[in-house]
T-cell receptor, first 112, second 115 residues
Framework: DAKTTQPNSMESNEEEPVHLPCNHSTISGTDYIHWYRQLPSQGPEYVIHGLTSNVNNRMASLAIAEDRKSSTLILHRATLRDAAVYYCIRTNYGGSQGNLIFGKGTKLSVKP | DVKVTQSSRYLVKRTGEKVFLECVQDMDHENMFWYRQDPGLGLRLIYFSYDVKMKEKGDIPEGYSVSREKKERFSLILESASTNQTSMYLC??????????????FGNGTRLTVT
């Protein structure tokens, strides 16, 4: 049980913004939201994480809904190298760290 | 950048063999993890370790054991390999902060085939 829901796949055009949604309606107050992505033939790569506030880093932005039941990963300008499977994950504060439950993620295709 | 190195990219072993998968990280991380990834099942945690000589079972520890004699190295052992252990094995590490919130850094995986 991944406890998050994501679309199976999405398509984007190169150099356009991409908004990847994630639903986590049963999230508890201390669960963080992490995003990872996995490029073909590679291990997952950390993208970004947050708790309540929106977050930005060099890779992406994370917008978290006020009720925290959903979040959106934003890639500001998609490139062909952003084609990957994106995983939205809840982490359990105080629980067994590392027991991240990776769901099936969203497969992002980027068209030139 | 953190580097997590898995000793083999591809491995082919026979049923019943003892198999060692090695993982080394270079950033002095306290936590290390072993996952396996299978189509349709996603990533599943096998074992993890918070410290040297310490280990905890994950979701699917049956048929596996681990060893952490040094902080930088975490080994996954298949005592008697079986065909249902054919999979992609991923090692990861993270800082041991008390918020349990540090990002995981993954290696590129070892694709193990058991024949």
């Amino acid at each position: 049980d991944a406890k998050t829901t994501q679309p199976n796949s999405m398509e984007s055009n190169e150099e356009e913004p991409v908004h990847l949604p994630c639903n986590h309606s049963t999230i508890s107050g201390t669960d963080y939201i992490h995003w990872y992505r996995q490029l073909p033939s590679q291990g997952p790569e950390y993208v970004i994480h947050g708790l309540t506030s929106n977050v930005n880093n060099r890779m992406a932005s994370l917008a978290i809904a006020e009720d925290r039941k959903s979040s959106t990963l934003i890639l500001h300008r998609a490139t062909l190298r952003d084609a990957a499977v994106y995983y939205c994950i809840r982490t359990n504060y105080g629980g067994s760290q590392g027991n991240l439950i990776f769901g099936k993620g969203t497969k992002l295709s980027v068209k030139p | 950048d953190v580097k997590v190195t898995q000793s083999s990219r591809y491995l082919v072993k026979r049923t019943g063999e003892k198999v060692f998968l090695e993982c080394v990280q270079d950033m002095d991380h306290e936590n290390m993890f072993w996952y396996r990834q299978d189509p349709g099942l996603g990533l599943r945690l096998i074992y993890f370790s918070y410290d040297v000589k310490m280990k905890e079972k994950g979701d699917i520890p049956e048929g596996y054991s681990v060893s952490r004699e040094k902080k930088e190295r975490f080994s996954l052992i298949l005592e008697s390999a079986s065909t249902n252990q054919t999979s992609m094995y991923l090692c990861a590490s993270s800082l041991g902060d008390t918020s349990y919130n540090s990002p995981l850094h993954f290696g590129n995986g070892t694709r193990l085939t058991v024949t």
